[in-house]
T-cell receptor
Framework: AQSVTQLDSQVPVFEEAPVELRCNYSSSVSVYLFWYVQYPNQGLQLLLKYLSGSTLVKGINGFEAEFNKSQTSFHLRKPSVHISDTAEYFCAVRAQGGSEKLVFGKGTKLTVNP | GAGVSQSPSNKVTEKGKDVELRCDPISGHTALYWYRQRLGQGLEFLIYFQGNSAPDKSGLPSDRFSAERTGESVSTLTIQRTQQEDSAVYLC?????????????FGQGTRLTVV
């Protein structure tokens, strides 16, 4: 079975500041890793995914994440946030070659203040 | 093109009543998923349909929950004898095929409130 831990339930930052949203996972098998964003009153949207290859993954809206297998982490970063980045961010994993379901973390609410 | 469509967007029901939630996946998508998002929680997997294969029902929380899918089209999630703990946003997602590498498209969800 897999589990995902997002250590920070809320992260407030000022506009143009850098941000890191932390994600750690646990799994007995190799996994694929995902970050989703949910804007207020909208559905989930994929930000980026790690399937294989380079451990640094670039996504939409200037976000990137780095897969660290030894630390079982997949932290999300952005060097300079905008007010429009205010949203809830979910980290998720899916077992390779196993169950098709995504296992999600509880989410991190990012609030960007002017 | 049209995305995943869910209806109703909001549903308020009395405890003990049955409810039916509908999901229209993207045309041609063979895989369909239902997830539940309770307040302050991440998404919990409920059920997965892939083509004509037997669905993976391992996430359904109780026998009050059931889901059907007709071919590769519409799916309905039914909750019988609703309880207050069933209050949540129910999200549907679909994808073209499953390989672990495909990414689901999510609907905007049905917010269910049991009073």
């Amino acid at each position: 079975a897999q589990s995902v831990t997002q250590l920070d339930s809320q992260v407030p930052v000022f506009e143009e500041a850098p941000v890191e949203l932390r994600c750690n996972y646990s799994s007995s098998v190799s996994v694929y890793l995902f970050w989703y964003v949910q804007y207020p009153n909208q559905g989930l949207q994929l930000l980026l995914k790690y399937l294989s290859g380079s451990t640094l993954v670039k996504g939409i809206n200037g976000f990137e994440a780095e897969f660290n297998k030894s630390q079982t982490s997949f932290h999300l970063r952005k060097p300079s946030v905008h007010i429009s980045d205010t949203a809830e961010y979910f980290c998720a994993v899916r077992a390779q070659g196993g169950s098709e379901k995504l296992v999600f973390g509880k989410g991190t609410k990012l609030t960007v203040n002017p | 093109g049209a995305g995943v469509s869910q209806s109703p967007s909001n549903k308020v029901t009395e405890k003990g009543k049955d409810v039916e939630l509908r999901c229209d996946p993207i045309s041609g998508h063979t895989a369909l998923y239902w997830y539940r998002q309770r307040l302050g929680q991440g998404l919990e997997f409920l059920i997965y349909f892939q083509g004509n294969s037997a669905p993976d029902k391992s996430g359904l929380p109780s026998d009050r929950f059931s889901a059907e899918r007709t071919g590769e089209s519409v799916s309905t999630l039914t909750i019988q004898r609703t309880q207050q703990e069933d209050s949540a946003v129910y999200l549907c997602a679909s994808s073209l095929v499953w390989s672990g590498r495909d990414v689901e498209s999510f609907g905007q969800g049905t917010r269910l409130t049991v009073v």
